[in-house]
């Protein structure tokens, strides 16, 4: 546990300068989301560390969404890695929340996390505590593009074969907000069967990744049937990074090459 | 304004994965797998993912039914209860007790499911008892 960060919260929420802080709490080593809206509840605040650094992350970006639905005059504050404040930038930019709304509590990722998620920036520009570690190179994703492309598309085929379309990694996401989904569209995405439609299925949901992936990895973590989710995910953000030169996350102003048109 | 996440164990089969209900002021709005859970680690199946979902729906059953004429309709539990009793009672003496079967529910608890397996076996006197978990 952070005193850094537990002073911060403590200090917002005394000058009633929050309505709440979005974090996690820990209880019998049970972690989870929670709001915080009163200081004395924050002597249970965990960064969601258990066994391993970051081992009990949760979508708060997520969550956050529905208490800013919920109580759009409020200003709240909410715990970030470097993942999670690339998701506030783009959600900011795709009108899902309101940046002067929200206060960013900034966590650094440890070397080991960030070699785990082979993170880019392992690290939040709102740093609070923990390291400004360095980025990682993708090793998984390397290895996938040493593959010929019949290789690849084998490779893919079988991990996504494994698929009990359970969801999961669309339910855990915070960037996918949207009110209908493709996926549960039967029009364009066949139902009723398990493995669903290979690779349809799984490439619709990558190509919805563009410009919105930030790579928190929740989605993996999620997969009840281990698929390298995040690998497809980070070799999606690598060609938007090289065609259209944007990097999802990594600026306020800049308009990600999907989303040029004004919303007022 | 209140939000927090509630620790509860999935109601739907007998695998027990730990999952988080999503509660902002008083109501239901979601279900997240429970990361600290040993069950599970953090995943969930698709029923798993929308246990919140049948919470508040209105096709669930909030009273007992007895079919009286063609349909269905509201009853009392004494009536309900008086009912079954009868019928079940009807049914052994004319049959015998193999002639009933009963099948209990990976939701319910452990004490539960202890007591209906007695009732089966003391009271209606057969060994047909199963559970919903053999899918």
């Known amino acids: ?264 | 304004m209140e939000f927090k996440t509630v620790l509860t164990t999935c109601p739907y089969c007998g695998c027990g994965c730990g999952l988080l209900l999503e509660v902002l002021d008083g109501k239901l709005i979601g279900t997240l797998p429970s990361k600290t859970s040993p069950v599970n680690e953090g995943k969930l199946c698709v029923k798993g993912w929308t246990v919140h979902e049948f919470v508040t729906s209105p096709n669930r059953l909030t009273k007992p039914m007895v079919r009286k004429t063609e349909t269905l309709e509201d009853a009392s539990w004494n009536e309900a209860l008086d009912l079954a009793a009868k019928r079940l009672k009807e049914i052994k003496e004319k049959y015998g007790p193999d002639s009933i079967g009963v099948l209990t529910s990976a939701k319910c608890t452990n004490e539960e499911n202890y007591l209906l397996q007695k009732f089966t076996r003391a009271a209606i006197g057969t060994n047909n008892i199963d559970h919903c978990a053999r899918l």
């Open chain 1, 1 to 264: 546990m952070s005193t850094k960060i537990k002073e911060t919260v403590q200090a917002l929420l005394a000058e009633g300068k929050i309505r709440g802080f979005l974090g996690l709490r820990e209880e019998s080593g049970q972690i989870m989301p929670h709001l915080f809206c009163d200081p004395k509840e924050l002597d249970h605040l965990s960064l969601g560390d258990r066994g391993k650094p970051g081992d009990a992350r949760y979508p708060l970006n997520q969550i956050l969404i529905r208490l800013a639905i919920e109580y759009p005059e409020d200003t709240f504050a909410v715990l970030v890695r470097g993942c999670d404040e690339r998701g506030l930038k783009e959600l900011f930019k795709w009108k899902q929340l309101k940046e002067e709304k929200i206060i960013l509590i900034g966590l650094g990722c440890p070397n080991e996390l960030a070699k785990a998620c082979e993170c880019e920036k392992p690290f939040p520009d709102c740093l609070v505590d923990g390291p400004k570690g360095e980025k990682v190179d993708s090793q998984k994703v390397a290895r996938v593009n040493g593959m010929d492309l019949d290789a690849r598309l084998q490779f893919w085929k079988a991990e996504f074969d494994r698929c009990v379309k359970c969801l999961g990694c669309r339910n855990v996401c915070p960037m996918c907000f949207c009110k209908e989904c493709t996926l549960e569209e039967a029009n364009l995405v066949d139902t009723g069967e398990v493995p669903p439609a290979n690779p349809t299925f799984h490439l619709v949901r990558a190509l919805h990744m563009v410009g919105r992936c930030i790579d928190c990895g929740l989605c993996e973590e999620a997969c009840p049937a281990d698929i390298p989710l995040r690998t497809l995910y980070k070799k999606v953000a690598d060609i938007v990074s090289e065609e259209f030169g944007y990097k999802t996350g990594f600026s306020v102003d800049e308009k990600s090459p999907f989303n040029i048109i004004e919303v007022k």
